[in-house]
């Protein structure tokens, strides 16, 4: 007598696999997230500080917002496989993914600082602060306001890019859908879930965000 295993429908066991999917999903958009904000706050407070700096990271900054993100996650992974030091591909997507946060926050940044009134920044000096008094206790207040919601935005959008990192096996959540789906033929099923997975990541993010949002703007 033969036995043959059928793999047309879901399992209990499934949901391990996914809930693995997520954590990876949410563990490279804090990472991405951090070192990216980090990286963009430097590159915008340069940007705006020096002339010479703005129009040295200018070509950088287009290059990196112009190329597709699957292509850097490609390129980067070939990198460091030719040069003899191959890495994860969670560190592949930390990479691309934090020097891309980091463009698109330094452009915010700059905005942001812009939005400063020169009058504020020069009445705060007439006080007697010191430039990086001024700068913490002045700008980066007011700044922030201006910031934040695009910066959300920023953080949000790059939950979903997480997606692409898949390209060089990293199995996040969507990876982890496909994988269900190529085993159990279940696409609409598992599409659905994998959608409500990325709902209950990113509205809880976009709903307290606004709570902050009114709290800085009432301060």
């Not at 340069?46 to 010479?52: G, M």
């Not at 790059?158 to 279940?186: F, H, M, P, W």
Request: charged share 10%.
């Amino acid at each position: 007598m033969q036995f043959q295993l059928s793999y047309s429908g879901l399992q209990w066991s499934d949901l391990s696999f996914v809930l693995t999917g997520i954590w990876h999903t949410v563990l490279l958009t804090l990472l991405a997230a951090f070192f990216g904000t980090l990286l963009g706050g430097v590159i915008g407070w340069a940007r705006e500080q020096s002339a010479v700096v703005r129009v040295a990271l200018a070509p950088l900054v287009d290059l990196l917002r112009s190329i597709p993100l699957i292509i850097q996650f490609v390129l980067v992974n070939s990198f460091f496989a030719l040069s003899g030091v191959p890495i994860s591909p969670l560190t592949v997507g930390v990479i691309v993914l934090s020097l891309y946060m980091g463009v698109l926050t330094s452009e915010l940044v700059r905005s942001g600082l812009q939005s400063v009134r020169i009058q504020l920044r020069k009445a705060a000096r007439s006080l007697g602060l010191s430039y990086w008094q001024e700068f913490w206790h002045v700008c980066v207040p007011l700044a922030l306001r201006t910031v934040f919601p695009g910066w959300i935005g920023t953080v949000i959008a790059l939950t979903k890019d997480t997606a692409l990192v898949s390209v060089v096996g990293y199995v996040e959540l969507l990876r982890a859908s496909q994988i269900l789906i190529n085993r159990t033929n279940e696409a609409l099923l598992v599409l659905a879930g994998t959608g409500l997975f990325y709902f209950l990541i990113c509205y809880p993010v976009s709903r307290y965000s606004r709570r902050l949002e009114k709290v800085m703007h009432h301060d």
